[in-house]
């Protein structure tokens, strides 16, 4: 027994012996790669990215590999995939709901005027009578013409109350026109529609007065169904080349009128209030 | 026993000299040897005479431990020892008795090539991850630098007496 591992151990001493060179070179170069490993310099990181990406690329082969999982605890899997992408998607929407009321909450406790939070239960998209269905009627003391607004600025105003909703008309109606005035200079026109979502046009204002690109549109004290300075919109382009007397000036409603979930209508209807200075400020600080 | 301490403080000997050696070229030799930016690489001559003369286990760890000094000063380290010991082993291929009387143009050529291969390795893994084209100092650095090395081979075969280079390489 020892007399045969003396003869294996020779027979492995003459192997060595013979590929020896191989052995050394092998080593050195295992050596020579496990110092560039210590090494922190952007070359090695280069390689060690590298490295992952191939280690990626090769997992990905291995998914072809027969799966040796029984067939019970793969559909056990899947349903446990699809009920946790179930639970995923709701608590995506929760976090995203949490983050937007929190932001009217505060809105809503810094505003001086009372208002009556309301979601949205229905859009109708028709431009010919662009409304939406809110939750609140006159359970919650909603009157007809009162304001609609959002953090950010006007939305509407309520055209038609029922018992537990109500039916608000969107700036973006085709019939929607409002005094407004510029917030810089106080110039005043009129708001309406022109066609394109969350755009509008403001019209009346003669070609020779200071307009300028990045002025903000107000409601005007004109108004007979809107609080004045509540703002509506920033104006993106002025155009002094159309016929007659005044000047083709577009804004962007503040307010994103697509994606609109929640709204205030404002149920004090104190002009006193509305018309005291840095009043528009409550929304303006919103689109910082 | 005897012959195992023999070794030993052959080894102790092997490595002071290398360090030394080493020492004084890097400080007094290397500078006067210096055109612009281009150098001989002495150690990858000493690398390949080793590799060529005494065989490619010999050559190995040469470079290796040549490598490895020169480590220390650009501080990356096994960048130098990997590519130095893969040309002291590759010197030893290259030793053949056909070239026995032309050795003194032979072994120059041999250096200029394994400086190429080695400066290919050097550089291959040098500009990964930074903005630099291995192309650009392959012709940049490696062509001139090989070019020198392999003349300062030749100043050096020139200078030792011919009946010191008459001898079989050791892989023949």
Redesign the interface.
């Known amino acids: 027994m020892l007399w045969q591992l003396k003869k294996y151990a020779v027979g492995f001493m003459e192997i060595l012996h013979i590929y020896?060179?191989y052995i050394?070179?092998l080593s050195?170069?295992v050596?020579?790669?496990?110092?560039?490993?210590?090494?922190a310099?952007?070359?090695?990181?280069?390689?060690r990215?590298h490295l992952l990406f191939m280690t990626a690329v090769v997992s990905r082969f291995q998914v072809w590999l027969p799966e040796y999982e029984s067939a019970a605890s793969v559909k056990n899997l899947k349903e446990r995939n699809i009920e946790l992408f179930k639970r995923n998607t709701v608590l995506e929407e929760a976090y995203l709901e949490n983050i937007r009321l929190r932001k009217l909450i505060q809105f809503r406790d810094r505003f001086p005027l009372r208002t009556v939070p309301a979601h949205v239960l229905n859009k109708i998209p028709n431009p010919r009578l662009s409304v939406l269905i809110l939750d609140a009627g006159y359970n919650k003391n909603v009157r007809m013409h009162d304001n609609v607004i959002t953090d950010r600025g006007l939305a509407g105003k309520i055209i038609e109350v029922h018992e537990n909703h109500s039916i608000c008309e969107l700036i973006t109606d085709e019939m929607f026109r409002a005094a407004a005035k510029i917030q810089r200079t106080r110039l005043d026109g009129i708001l309406r529609w022109e066609g394109r979502p969350n755009e509008m046009g403001f019209y009346g204002v003669i070609k020779n007065l200071d307009v300028r690109i990045g002025d903000v549109i107000l409601t005007s004290e004109y108004s007979e169904y809107f609080l004045p300075n509540i703002p509506v919109g920033v104006v993106y382009e002025i155009n002094n080349e159309v016929p007659g007397l005044f000047k083709d000036i577009r804004l962007k409603t503040f307010s994103d009128l697509n994606t609109i979930e929640e709204v205030f209508i404002v149920a004090d209807t104190s002009r006193s209030v509305a018309a005291r200075s840095g009043f528009e400020e409550q929304f303006l600080r919103n689109l910082k | 026993m005897g012959i195992v301490i023999r070794k030993r403080w052959k080894l102790l000997w092997f490595a002071g000299a290398l360090g030394a050696g080493y020492f004084i070229q890097y400080n007094f030799v290397l500078p006067f040897l210096s055109i612009g930016h281009w150098l001989p690489d002495c150690q990858l001559i000493l690398t390949v005479y080793i590799g060529y003369r005494y065989?490619?286990?010999a050559g190995?760890?040469f470079?290796?431990f040549s490598?490895?000094m020169q480590?220390v000063i650009i501080d990356?380290?096994?960048?130098y020892?990997?590519s130095k010991?893969?040309a002291g082993?590759t010197a030893?291929y290259t030793a053949s008795r056909h070239v026995l009387l032309i050795e003194r143009i032979y072994l120059p050529v041999v250096v200029a090539a394994l400086a190429m291969f080695h400066d290919g390795i050097y550089y291959g893994?040098?500009?990964?991850?930074?903005p630099m084209s291995w192309r650009t100092m392959m012709v940049t650095y490696a062509l001139p630098n090989a070019i020198y090395s392999g003349i300062i081979m030749f100043l050096l075969l020139m200078l030792i007496p011919k009946r010191l280079l008459a001898h079989m390489p050791a892989s023949e």
């Open positions: 020896r060179q050394i070179l050195l170069v050596a020579s790669i496990f110092l560039l490993q210590t090494n310099n952007p070359q090695l990181t280069y390689i990215r | 065989g490619a286990v190995s760890f470079g290796f490598g490895l480590d990356f380290y096994g960048l020892a990997l010991t893969l082993y030893s893994i040098y500009v990964l991850g930074v």
